[in-house]
């Protein structure tokens, strides 16, 4: 099972709801389990915020995602200046920057930044899944691997 989508968000706050409950929505009726969604809805709304917050000038930001083979991977990008440098380790206490990419950093299981200087960015942000024991997904995702496929 493959789905993908993707969506053109003007860089406002105000879209990053929708954002949330297209991702949200569609995790759901797959039957992930919820804690799983609100780790990708975290790391989302934190890469939107990002993208919404240091995309300028452009006037939109884009969303595309992939859900398939036990993963799903999202890709934020903005056509910004570029995202200056990544943090490595937790900002002290008094810092106003650079936790949201610390927060998508421990809830999900792979992420990492395309940095063009003067032309964008783009957060890649991967998790696998896991399933609700009574989805359908969990139940075609089991088939396949007990028949080696």
Same mark, same amino acid.
């Not at 389990?33 to 975290?42: M, R, Y």
């Given at each position: #099972?493959g789905i993908?989508?993707s969506?053109? #968000?003007?860089?406002?706050?105000? =879209?990053?709801? #929708?954002?949330?409950?297209? $991702? =949200?929505?569609?995790?759901r009726?797959?039957g *992930?389990?919820?804690e799983? $969604? ?12 990002n @993208? *919404?917050?240091? =995309?300028g000038? @452009?006037?939109?930001?884009? /969303?595309?995602?992939? /859900? ?7 890709r $934020?990008?903005? &056509?910004?200046n570029?995202?200056g440098? *990544?943090p490595?380790q ?5 810092a106003?920057n650079?936790?949201?990419?610390? /927060? #998508?950093?421990a809830?999900v299981?792979? /992420? ?9 960015t783009? *957060?890649r942000?991967?998790?696998? +899944?896991d399933?609700?024991?009574d989805?359908i @997904?969990?139940?075609?995702? +089991?088939? &396949?691997?007990?028949?080696? $496929?």
């Amino acid at each position: #099972m493959g789905i993908e989508f993707s969506l053109a #968000m003007p860089r406002d706050a105000i =879209g990053i709801p #929708m954002v949330r409950r297209v $991702v =949200g929505d569609t995790l759901r009726s797959l039957g *992930v389990t919820e804690e799983c $969604v609100a780790d990708i809805l975290l790391a989302t709304s934190e890469a939107c915020a990002n @993208a *919404v917050r240091h =995309g300028g000038p @452009a006037k939109r930001y884009e /969303i595309r995602g992939t /859900i398939g083979n036990g993963r799903c991977e999202l890709r $934020v990008s903005d &056509r910004g200046n570029g995202l200056g440098s *990544v943090p490595r380790q937790f900002p002290g206490s008094d810092a106003e920057n650079g936790r949201g990419l610390l /927060i #998508m950093r421990a809830v999900v299981d792979d /992420i990492s930044f395309d940095i063009k200087p003067g032309r964008g960015t783009t *957060v890649r942000l991967c998790k696998e +899944l896991d399933w609700a024991d009574d989805s359908i @997904a969990h139940h075609l995702t +089991l088939d &396949r691997h007990l028949a080696g $496929v």
